[in-house]
């Protein structure tokens, strides 16, 4: 019962590099996401996906790429990694919701940019 | 513009005594109110919600109160146990929005022995 993983959990970049954190999720949820999470900052919505096709942008999607490659898998792709994007990175899904909207999250990926 | 905000970054409790983490929010339009407790290098688990037209709700040790008319709410733990110990986010969503979860800054909860 593995629900939400990412990979890698830990990564350290040099400024410029490029990455793809991975995401997948076996719970059959419809909608995923991805966070950051910075200090007194909470977590920041990056990018979502309702649905397997479709991608938005949240509240911080400069710098960001995502790819939803399948119902299970949800991808973020920094293509030229600045050292302002050193964070923890959060993946979550959850089924579109009648009520709350409860995510289920990942592990988390913490990414230095030197 | 931060739109849920929790203002007190740390608490310190002694076990057994009451918890109470604060948090207020700004956008009326919110429909869902929602609490997460995150331990060291793990994700965010839910712990419970709210909607705005309820007052309160009550899980075992935690009850969550809604002033819609202050835009605030507080989660309550009674009694608090040392596993308390946590990083706590208030989240909320409205109906429209509702992949869009809005999180506060967080509060880490510290129970003392």
């Known amino acids: 019962n593995a629900g939400v993983t990412q990979t890698p959990k830990f990564q350290v970049l040099k400024t410029g590099q490029s990455m793809t954190l991975q995401c997948a999720q076996d719970?059959?949820?419809?909608?995923m996401y991805w966070y950051r999470q910075d200090p007194g900052m909470g977590l920041r919505l990056i990018y979502y996906?309702?649905?397997?096709?479709?991608?938005d942008k949240g509240e911080v999607p400069n710098g960001y790429n995502v790819s939803r490659l399948n119902k299970r898998e949800f991808s973020l792709r920094l293509e030229s990694a600045a050292p302002s994007q050193t964070s923890v990175y959060f993946c979550?899904?959850?089924?579109?919701?009648?009520?709350?909207?409860?995510?289920?999250f990942g592990a988390g990926s913490r990414l230095t940019v030197l | 513009d931060q739109q849920v905000k929790q203002n007190s970054p740390s608490l310190s409790v002694q076990e057994g005594r009451i918890s109470i983490l604060n948090c207020d929010y700004t956008?009326?339009?919110?429909?869902?109110f929602l609490w997460y407790k995150k331990y060291p290098a793990e994700g965010p688990t839910f712990l419970i919600s709210?909607?705005?037209?309820?007052d309160k709700n009550e899980d075992g040790r935690f009850t969550v109160f809604l002033n819609k008319s202050a835009k605030h709410l507080s989660l309550h733990i009674v009694p608090s146990q040392p596993g308390d110990s946590a990083v706590y986010f208030c989240?909320?969503?409205?109906?429209?929005?509702?992949?869009?979860?809005?999180f506060g800054q967080g509060t880490r909860l510290t129970i003392n022995p």
């Open positions: 719970m059959n949820h419809n909608s």
């Open positions: 956008n009326s339009m919110f429909d869902y």
């Open positions: 979550a899904s959850s089924q579109i919701p009648s009520g709350a909207n409860v995510l289920t």
């Open positions: 996906s309702a649905s397997e096709g479709t991608t």
């Open positions: 709210i909607s705005s037209i309820k």
């Open positions: 989240a909320a969503s409205s109906i429209q929005g509702a992949q869009k979860l809005v």
